[in-house]
């Protein structure tokens, strides 16, 4: 972020919090110079969560850097509640494309806009706060290029393909079940073990 970001997340800190030094030589700038260095929305976030932990005390800077790295990672493990058939729960979806005047084909990556682990993967370097780390590099959301009917045709490959794959769960339940009424009482058959000699 820049300076004059850092110095509003400062002074909301200031305004927010009751019990401060700020007006200590030094302090102000310290956290200024820290806070710099992070992004400035994900930096913002940290601080409300700082502060609705605790809003009569400025937290300290290495609080504040554990805050902002806790919420990135809640970011990074975003889950889905429901399965999301248009990504098959990946946040993204691969796509090949076939060049038709040269013949290469390009893979490129699409973020899935219709899920939290889709969005938490959407990266837009030209949105970045900070001005110095823009970057003309951004994944695009899938229905930048897929219609209504192509999202669809994707949801239901991905529906056919989880499908299957709990029909091969199913089957295999069921085959331990047939073994299992067939053994001795208290005997179990562990299919997943491997002989270690
Ligand atoms: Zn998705």
Redesign the pocket.
């Given at each position: 972020m820049t300076r004059t970001q850092a110095e509003k997340l400062v002074e909301r800190l200031k305004s927010a919090c009751i019990f401060n030094r700020f007006d200590e030589p030094g302090v102000y700038m310290e956290y200024v110079r820290a806070l710099a260095r992070y992004d400035y929305d994900r930096m913002e976030e940290a601080i409300d969560a700082a502060i609705e932990d605790d809003s009569r005390n400025v937290p300290p800077i290495s609080a504040l850097i554990k805050k902002y790295r806790e919420t990135t990672e809640s970011r990074v493990n975003a889950k889905?509640e429901e399965y999301?058939?248009?990504?098959?729960?990946?946040?993204f979806v691969l796509m090949k494309e076939k060049q038709s005047d040269t013949g290469l084909i390009y893979e490129f990556v699409l973020y899935?806009?219709?899920?939290p682990?889709?969005r938490a993967q959407a990266y837009d370097g030209r949105n970045i706060s900070d001005k110095g780390h823009r970057s003309p590099y951004y994944v695009p959301p899938v229905n930048k290029y897929f219609s209504d009917e192509g999202v669809q045709a994707l949801r239901e490959t991905n529906l056919k393909r989880q499908a299957k794959r709990s029909e091969a769960v199913r089957l295999a339940k069921k085959k331990l079940q047939t073994v299992g009424k067939s053994m001795p009482e208290g005997w179990q058959y562990d299919m997943d073990s491997e002989l270690s000699f």
């Amino acid at each position: 972020m820049t300076r004059t970001q850092a110095e509003k997340l400062v002074e909301r800190l200031k305004s927010a919090c009751i019990f401060n030094r700020f007006d200590e030589p030094g302090v102000y700038m310290e956290y200024v110079r820290a806070l710099a260095r992070y992004d400035y929305d994900r930096m913002e976030e940290a601080i409300d969560a700082a502060i609705e932990d605790d809003s009569r005390n400025v937290p300290p800077i290495s609080a504040l850097i554990k805050k902002y790295r806790e919420t990135t990672e809640s970011r990074v493990n975003a889950k889905n509640e429901e399965y999301c058939a248009v990504c098959d729960d990946k946040g993204f979806v691969l796509m090949k494309e076939k060049q038709s005047d040269t013949g290469l084909i390009y893979e490129f990556v699409l973020y899935c806009p219709f899920c939290p682990v889709g969005r938490a993967q959407a990266y837009d370097g030209r949105n970045i706060s900070d001005k110095g780390h823009r970057s003309p590099y951004y994944v695009p959301p899938v229905n930048k290029y897929f219609s209504d009917e192509g999202v669809q045709a994707l949801r239901e490959t991905n529906l056919k393909r989880q499908a299957k794959r709990s029909e091969a769960v199913r089957l295999a339940k069921k085959k331990l079940q047939t073994v299992g009424k067939s053994m001795p009482e208290g005997w179990q058959y562990d299919m997943d073990s491997e002989l270690s000699f």
